[in-house]
């Protein structure tokens, strides 16, 4: 049809690099699928049904190196099932253990637990200065609560990960 995207189609940085190499159906993401970093290297690969990740994705490091492994169902992540720091130590054995991710300058970005493939306990993410950001708590891998912290230390606490806005009426 005209009009479509059909085919193998590629978005590139204004540095010339590839963003992203995917494979579209009727103007949708439907195939492998590679995303990149502005140096080149590859950031994730997995394949897209009708426009949603499913099976397993895997990501990278900039310095080309794996970070984790995750498998993906109707679009949303649903298991981690390996996680390894940026020396290549594996921190999540099958979908067991504790993360610990950093920022490119080694700023703590957060941390917490995985277990059976899924969140649990207390996960702790920070400021690049290193106080607190939130604090949430899984079991399970379901949502406890959670509470988020300003920068001026003020508290706010939250029962939905996520929380769109609604209209007053």
């Known amino acids: 049809k005209i009009g479509r995207t059909q085919g193998w189609?590629?978005?590139y940085y204004s540095n010339g690099?590839?963003?992203?190499?995917?494979?579209?159906q009727n103007n949708i993401l439907n195939g492998i699928t590679f995303y990149y970093y502005p140096n080149g290297a590859c950031?994730?690969?997995?394949?897209?049904?009708?426009?949603?990740r499913i099976g397993k994705w895997q990501y990278?490091?900039?310095?080309?190196?794996?970070q984790s492994e995750i498998q993906y169902d109707h679009g949303h992540p649903?298991?981690?099932?390996?996680?390894?720091?940026s020396t290549g130590t594996q921190l999540v054995f099958n979908g067991n253990g504790m993360i610990r991710e950093y920022d490119e300058t080694e700023n703590l970005i957060h941390e917490g637990s995985y277990k059976n493939y899924f969140k649990d306990g207390i996960w702790n993410g920070y400021y690049p200065d290193g106080s607190p950001f939130y604090r949430e708590v899984y079991?399970?891998?379901d949502f406890v609560k959670g509470e988020s912290f300003s920068s001026d230390s003020t508290r706010h606490k939250y029962e939905r990960p996520i929380e769109y806005p609604e209209p007053i009426n």
Not at 43 to 49: F, K, P, T
Not at 78 to 85: E, I, V
């Open 17 to 24: 690099n590839i963003q992203m190499k995917g494979y579209y």
């Open 139 to 141: 079991k399970d891998g």
């Open 43 to 52: 950031h994730a690969v997995g394949c897209m049904v009708k426009g949603d």
């Open 9 to 11: 189609t590629y978005d």
């Open 60 to 66: 990278f490091y900039k310095s080309r190196t794996l």
């Open 78 to 85: 649903s298991k981690m099932l390996a996680f390894f720091d």
